[in-house]
């Protein structure tokens, strides 16, 4: 509809106005007059959401535990962004509490929550555990709240670990499951975290130095050693113009990371 020369008054307070109006609108008949009166009530009120914003209502908490250095703040950071990819109405973050082991997220919906956890352990690797316990009852029915347990393990790929007198490179972790390379035999293995509990960090990822190789006899290759810049022999069977090597217990180890 095409309305013209349409004129407008208004009469009352900002809770209950009277408008009149006056004007012509267009068809395909042709100009037709029209006016009148009709009235506009306001009243105030707020969203469910803000309503449960403000009550600071949740459904579920996120833990994120575990971890190493500022590990755990990058976690943090990625938890917090999945709120600003979702759609879905009535998803918001009630409050973020930091503890002496870790964070604690309470969140408005639980599958929501859930979903963040499986993402969190399958973008840093770790371990997921859900629970849930009774808060009352709506229309004869229990309502729950779930708290969902993440544990980010203290390791990175890139460092070396002891497992029962072993030292392994960490080269994948994949939610549970850790590949790892025998840094002795060069023999890549795969384990549960649940099976390496009994563990020691021994070598951080940014430790592990390159080496070039100035001059091979056989399976010894001589290089320049980058802690002390000194000509030293290291064994290896494979040809290569530089090698990644580690102080290990005061050795010099090659850490077989390619």
């Not at 130095?209 to 980058?226: F, H, K, S």
């Amino acid at each position: 509809m095409d309305i013209r020369d349409l004129e407008l008054s208004f009469s009352g307070d900002e809770y209950n106005r009277k408008v009149s109006y006056d004007g012509y609108f267009i068809t395909e008949q042709g100009a037709n007059h029209m006016s009148g009166v009709l009235f506009l009530s306001t009243s105030l009120a707020s969203c469910p959401q803000c309503t449960l914003r403000r009550g600071n209502y949740f459904e579920a908490i996120l833990q994120l535990r575990g971890g190493r250095d500022h590990n755990l703040d990058d976690v943090l950071e990625y938890a917090i962004s999945q709120f600003k990819t979702t759609t879905k109405p009535g998803i918001f973050l009630t409050k973020t509490v930091k503890r002496k082991e870790g964070f604690d997220l309470f969140i408005s919906e639980k599958q929501f929550t859930r979903n963040v956890g499986k993402k969190i352990i399958y973008k840093f690797g770790g371990t997921l555990i859900e629970t849930s316990h009774l808060v009352g009852k709506k229309e004869g029915k229990d309502l729950y709240r779930i708290t969902v347990s993440t544990r980010i393990p203290d390791f990175h790929i890139g460092d070396v670990i002891r497992v029962r007198g072993d030292d392994y490179l960490i080269q994948r972790i994949r939610e549970n499951e850790v590949t790892l390379i025998d840094v002795k035999k060069e023999i890549t293995a795969k384990m549960k975290l649940n099976d390496i509990k009994e563990h020691s960090v021994i070598l951080k990822g940014e430790d592990i130095l390159e080496a070039q190789v100035l001059y091979r006899e056989g399976n010894t290759a001589y290089i320049l050693d980058p802690y002390d810049f000194r000509e030293r022999a290291i064994h290896d069977t494979k040809r290569r113009d530089s090698v990644y090597v580690a102080k290990i217990d005061d050795d010099l180890v090659l850490i077989p990371k390619d």
